[in-house]
């Protein structure tokens, strides 16, 4: 399991790593156990193991936990998966989009993801709730999980993610354990949903698609870039649309200085 196994694996199938695909292969086996002991990983847990690509997670994860679920897009690398999990009872490989294919039942993810999946992913295991997520993410990405209000990194998944989920960075990956290297360094990144939500929210596919709407003019003051959203929503006339998003709280405060909790305020508001 490694480099040199990894390369072995691509001659022998002649498959070329798809950059569209973000196929950046880990060749660093002694980041598995820490996935493990980050998500409390036991053997009552069927776990998900997304963009599963040769299976050397699949295997590791197959004999500490009940059952794994490998999901891998590409069809000539899933050939593979299922070559490499022969024997393996325990673990079902899905081909397909994670997002789309029909699953099994699961309880923990430990994956680690193409990046060019990693937004997508990211809201659908916040929408599905599981027990525990531990995640290899771009460093990048995973720092606008937790961007501070008003800086450049804070959007719209920074105020989501932090309603739905307690969000931890963890230990650096650097680049060089993957194979191709990607251009950026990684992070372990440990998502976990509360027990009990940091503040209401009474509407959350309102307070979402608000979220998502506002942060696509987010240098504006709130009640400009609100009232397209108002007219949407509630087919009023431009005017009344105006005169609504005027009214609401932090009309005068620019998007991105808003926090969650008065995204949260403001949703409530407006979803009455």
């Not at 997670?57 to 999990?85: G, S």
């Not at 709407?213 to 009023?236: D, E, G, H, I, M």
Request: glycine share 6%; hydrophobic share 45%; net charge positive.
């Amino acid at each position: 399991m490694g480099l040199e196994e990894t390369k072995q694996l691509l001659r022998s199938f002649r498959i070329v790593p798809n950059k569209l695909l973000g196929q950046n292969f880990m060749i660093e086996p002694s980041v598995f156990p820490k996935l493990c002991g980050y998500c409390s990983l036991c053997k009552e847990d069927v776990v998900l193991d997304a963009g599963a690509g040769f299976g050397f997670l699949t295997r590791f994860l197959a004999w500490r936990c009940k059952a794994v679920v490998a999901v891998e897009k590409d069809p000539r690398v899933e050939l593979v998966l299922r070559e490499q999990v022969q024997g393996y009872v325990n673990v079902t490989v899905v081909q397909g989009d994670v997002l789309k294919a029909e699953l099994p039942a699961f309880n923990k993810i430990i994956a680690i993801p193409p990046y060019y999946l990693s937004s997508s992913l990211m809201v659908w295991l916040l929408q599905r709730q599981p027990d525990c997520s531990v995640l290899i993410l771009q460093k990048e990405f995973a720092d606008r999980l937790l961007a501070p209000v008003g800086t450049e990194n804070y959007g719209w998944l920074t105020v989501v993610a932090f309603h739905d989920a307690r969000v931890e960075l963890l230990d650096a990956v650097p680049k060089i354990e993957f194979y191709p290297q990607p251009p950026v360094d990684s992070v372990i990144v440990r998502v976990a949903p509360w027990e009990t939500a940091p503040f209401q929210v009474n509407d959350a596919m309102f307070f979402n698609g608000l979220v998502r709407w506002l942060f696509t003019q987010r240098n504006r003051r709130v009640s400009n870039s609100l009232a397209p959203f108002v007219r949407s929503k509630f087919t009023v006339g431009k005017k009344e649309a105006e005169k609504l998003a005027r009214g609401v709280p932090f009309a005068n405060k620019r998007v991105r200085d808003l926090s969650p909790r008065e995204f949260g305020e403001l949703a409530n508001v407006l979803a009455k």
